[in-house]
């Protein structure tokens, strides 16, 4: 009987262990969302909303009168997303469907740990790299005065999410059933048909939650960007502007921002929105990998 | 289950001490720990004084980090370094700030520094007025032909918002903000890395930096001579007598902030930074001995 009784207890404790562990990082996120909220919320007693979200110039510790506005960062930081995924997407899902499908055995033993090895470079010898290697091929191919802009910055992000999007997208293409696949090649598909008709819509769901994680590793990588992409606080002209991105920004100005005033808010501010920006990705990425779901 | 909470916290206060007391035995006794934060632009000249200064003085322990000078003040306000080491003067906010907090920041001039301007080596204009740099920095140039060059858009780097070069230029060059389209350079060496390739471009950087041990400018980037008007002769900052007899118009005196006048072991340092042999290590990390209005400047906060 007290044999029976120790048994459930050790089970409600371990129930307790395990959902404890479930809501921690939970309990994190939402105490970081509440905190970047409050602070961002003080900046609005002396900065105006329309200021904030819709000016393009930024200098809150100017010479003159100090502006707030993100939207020239926004768009840098979008503008080098988009350019990031444009890059690794079709090289990330292409590398993962040839190691899952194509590439023999010994091949894939040998490349996929060269690719995971690609994500423990530091991201300050990546944006090393973009400054003495991509930069000044870009000024040399595209006939520029300095390579140091937007497309410098997407080039290196992209570089730094295909490990994390090969990797994921990989696991998704091999978890496809073979028997997908033999209806295919029943019905007289060839390997190209199969692959691009059959296997990747059936790893639809997977792929786009690859390519998601990819992006939020683009959308919040820092120093790399911080040091390749330009740091220009303008409003980005296109791919071969200077830009500073919302992370880079963050970084620059909070190690000296005195306490309490609004610039510290305001780089709260900046913090709150990016993070509301990638859930909103995160979001609109769920419901259309849910769309895509088939069930196998 | 209540009951277990008081205990946790009884269990990490023990640890907590005795971490402490381990962390203490570590220290040698006796040894004087002072520590030194803040600017990027000094902290090649604030290590070779500490290296010296330990030498002679082996119970003094100086670390030495950079970050910037707004990092070495905002440390120096949190109590949290010794010295802070800036290429600016603290501004009026910081200095209340610090008030505020029972830290009453004391400006010692160890040092002077002049701010080179520097192009590709194949751009060919020679010099440059205050007045014409203030003008390309503010964004009212943007093509080197205003200034006697060739057709090309003007390349503005310059230094982060954080770094103490950064302000003391806007302040005293620009006099107003920068244009927007400054490319914000994470550190003195990614503009000089940006130049020798960039023939569009024009930084400026901390003269020390650009000059080998011969002071002889190094190799890859051109430094420009300035003009104080227009029509004045245009100086170049290679040559030491300009510096010294004041006529060079960008220069800055570099400080070593502290908290109250400093006495004992850090007084000891202070004044071994301004001797003849701390000013000669000074000189030979490129930067320039102070002048008699600045050692007069001293005087009032290190009584012997």
Redesign the interface.
């Known amino acids: 009987m007290s044999k029976l009784r120790t048994r459930f207890l050790a089970d409600r404790i371990a129930r307790f262990l395990f959902a404890f562990a479930a809501l921690f990082s939970v309990g994190i996120l939402l105490g970081i969302f509440v905190m970047l909220l409050y602070n961002g919320a003080k900046t609005f007693e002396s900065v105006s909303p329309g200021n904030f979200f819709f000016s393009t110039e930024w200098n809150p510790s100017a010479y003159g009168e100090a502006s707030f506005g993100v939207l020239s960062m926004v768009a840098s930081t979008l503008l080098v997303t988009i350019g990031a995924m444009a890059i690794a997407v079709p090289l990330g899902i292409g590398a993962a469907a040839y190691l899952a499908e194509v590439a023999s055995e010994r091949v894939r033993e040998i490349l996929k740990p060269a690719i995971e090895l690609l994500a423990a470079i530091p991201s300050v010898a990546v944006g090393f790299i973009g400054i003495v290697v991509v930069g000044p091929f870009l000024a040399k191919i595209f006939n520029l005065s300095n390579g140091l802009n937007a497309l410098n910055g997407s080039i290196l992000l992209a570089v730094m999410s295909l490990p994390t999007i090969i990797t994921v997208a990989e696991d998704a293409i091999r978890s496809v059933p073979t028997s997908f696949k033999e209806a295919s090649y029943a019905l007289g598909g060839n390997p190209w048909t199969t692959l691009v008709r059959v296997t990747l819509p059936a790893a639809a769901s997977g792929i786009i939650a690859a390519v998601i994680l990819g992006m939020g590793r683009a959308i919040g990588e820092t120093m790399t960007v911080l040091m390749a992409a330009g740091n220009a606080t303008g409003f980005p002209e296109g791919f071969f502007s200077p830009v500073r991105t919302m992370t880079a920004t963050i970084a620059i100005e909070l190690g000296e921002v005195p306490f309490g005033t609004p610039h510290y808010y305001s780089l709260f501010a900046v913090g709150a929105l990016l993070f509301i920006l990638s859930l909103g990705f995160n979001l609109i990425a769920e419901r259309i990998a849910a769309r895509f779901r088939y069930n196998h | 289950m209540l009951g277990i909470l008081p205990a946790m916290i009884r269990l990490g206060i023990t640890i907590y001490l005795l971490l402490l007391v381990a962390a203490c035995r570590f220290a040698p006794p006796g040894v004087t720990n002072i520590l030194i934060k803040g600017s990027d632009t000094e902290v090649n000249l604030a290590l070779s004084l500490a290296e010296s200064y330990m030498e002679h003085d082996p119970m003094v322990s100086i670390a030495v980090t950079g970050?910037?000078s707004?990092?070495g003040?905002?440390a120096l306000i949190n109590g949290k370094t010794t010295i802070a080491n800036s290429s600016r003067a603290m501004k009026p906010?910081?200095v209340e700030?610090a008030n505020e907090r029972g830290i009453h920041p004391v400006p010692i001039v160890f040092a002077v520094d002049a701010l080179a301007l520097v192009v590709h080596p194949e751009l060919e204009v020679d010099a440059l007025s205050v007045n014409e740099i203030g003008q390309i920095y503010r964004g009212e140039i943007t093509n080197w032909q205003a200034v006697g060059g060739p057709d090309?858009?003007i390349?503005i780097y310059g230094r982060?918002?954080?770094s103490g070069t950064y302000v003391f230029f806007?302040?005293s060059v620009?006099?107003?903000?920068y244009?927007?389209?400054?490319?914000?350079?994470?550190g003195t060496a990614?503009i000089v890395?940006?130049l020798r390739?960039?023939?569009?471009?024009i930084g400026y950087v901390g003269l020390g930096y650009v000059l080998d041990k011969q002071r002889q400018p190094i190799e890859g980037i051109r430094i420009m001579d300035i003009a104080v008007e227009g029509s004045d002769e245009a100086l170049s900052p290679v040559e030491v007598s300009n510096i010294r007899n004041g006529a060079y118009p960008l220069v800055r005196p570099l400080f070593q902030f502290t908290d109250g006048p400093p006495e004992g072991e850090l007084l000891e340092f202070i004044q071994f930074c301004l001797s003849d042999r701390g000013q000669e290590l000074v000189e030979k990390s490129g930067y320039y001995p102070l002048s008699p209005r600045f050692e007069r400047y001293n005087k009032q906060w290190l009584h012997e």
């Open positions: 970050g910037g707004g990092m003040i905002a906010q910081e700030l090309l858009e390349t982060q918002s954080n806007r302040d620009l006099r107003a903000d244009a927007p389209a400054l490319m914000q350079m994470n990614q890395e940006a390739t960039d023939i569009s471009g």
